[in-house]
């Protein structure tokens, strides 16, 4: 387990099965028998990938437990949660994150999510605004964005092939080094920044039972969409952290998505040298823009207004 101290793992039914999630519930954060029902939810939601599971964001969940009751899931066929034997589509993740947001939060919060999970938070706060206080993403991307289409990528059509694609994630995927290349080739700019833990915590994940079923769906483009035709529809405030190296999602979508909605889009924060997860690579960095986000985005809410601030760190 890569738990920080003072977490503990719980579990929710979704129509899928069950969903493991991690949340603060011990010390330092909670003390002589109190809960943290009277605090307000940050809810962290991780990205896919090989061995994706909510460890992608335990270097910056920590940093709001005394403020804040923390909610990190593992969402349906990643980390601990169940992986059903099955192909999956976006609307399996649409329906069991709302079905999880609805079972473990008391009225709207503020998401806090990765890549092309992302995506899918702004697609359910379309459909289900009163779930959301505000949004917080990093690199939302639909991976078809624009036109865009990543199934037809070379990667994608080999991963098509089957029996190829279980040979390919158990021996290209599902191993330390395949771990480590896909974290370098995908998710980080910076390969030094890659630590022993992260390869670990991606490997326990990528080869639990089972696991290849959603990472393959991923890789193989059936959960990618085209998010700009949705971004427009978006009404929760937002602010948007984008690494300037990330793979196949250059920035300026983001900027693109930004420009569609500032009524809703409130922020871009582009980082350079970094790339899909700033909170796995620039952990403290990531923590310091959501620190200053959340009051923004919470004074946009109140207020009903609010200009959109458009920023690249140097």
């Given amino acids: 387990m890569f738990l920080p101290p003072g977490f503990e793992q719980r579990s929710v039914m979704t129509s899928l099965g069950r969903m493991v999630y991690y949340t603060d519930a011990g010390e330092p954060w909670l003390k002589d028998g109190a809960d943290n029902a009277d605090k307000p939810t940050l809810v962290f939601i991780h990205g896919f990938g090989g061995g994706s599971s909510a460890y992608e964001w335990s270097k910056v969940y920590p940093a709001f437990a005394a403020e804040y009751r923390i909610v990190a899931p593992d969402l349906i066929g990643w980390g601990r949660s169940e ?21 473990t939060c008391q009225g709207a919060v503020t998401v806090i999510a990765s890549s092309l999970t ?33 199934s037809r990528s070379f990667f994608a059509q080999i ?12 021996t290209g995927v599902a191993t330390s080094n395949g771990i ?4 370098e080739q995908r998710q980080f700019a910076q390969p030094n920044r890659i630590y022993e833990e992260i ?25 990618c969409f085209d998010l700009s035709l949705y971004i427009p529809q978006l009404t929760v405030p937002t602010a948007i952290i984008w690494g300037q190296k990330s793979e196949f999602t250059s920035p300026e979508i983001g900027q693109r998505f930004a420009q569609i909605n500032s009524q809703a889009i409130k922020i871009f924060q582009s980082l350079p040298e ?18 200053q986000f959340l009051p923004i985005l919470e004074g946009s809410r109140e207020s009903g207004v609010g200009s959109r601030e458009t920023s690249q760190a140097n």
């Fill in 83 to 103: 992986h059903p034997a099955r192909s999956y589509r976006v609307e399996d993740y649409l329906t069991t994150i709302a079905e999880f947001l609805e079972q």
């Fill in 118 to 150: 992302a995506a899918m938070v702004v697609r359910i706060a379309i459909a289900r605004p009163e779930l959301f206080q505000s949004l917080i993403l990093t690199t939302p991307a639909g991976l078809s964005d624009f036109g865009e289409n990543y």
């Fill in 159 to 170: 991963v098509s092939v089957p029996v190829l694609d279980r040979l390919l994630y158990s």
């Fill in 180 to 183: 480590r290349n896909f974290l």
């Fill in 199 to 223: 390869v670990a915590a991606y490997l326990e994940s990528a080869t639990q039972p089972n696991a290849e079923y959603a990472a393959l769906s991923f890789v193989r483009g059936d959960l």
């Fill in 274 to 291: 970094v790339g899909l997860t700033p909170q796995l690579e620039l952990p403290a960095v990531t923590i310091g823009l959501i620190r």
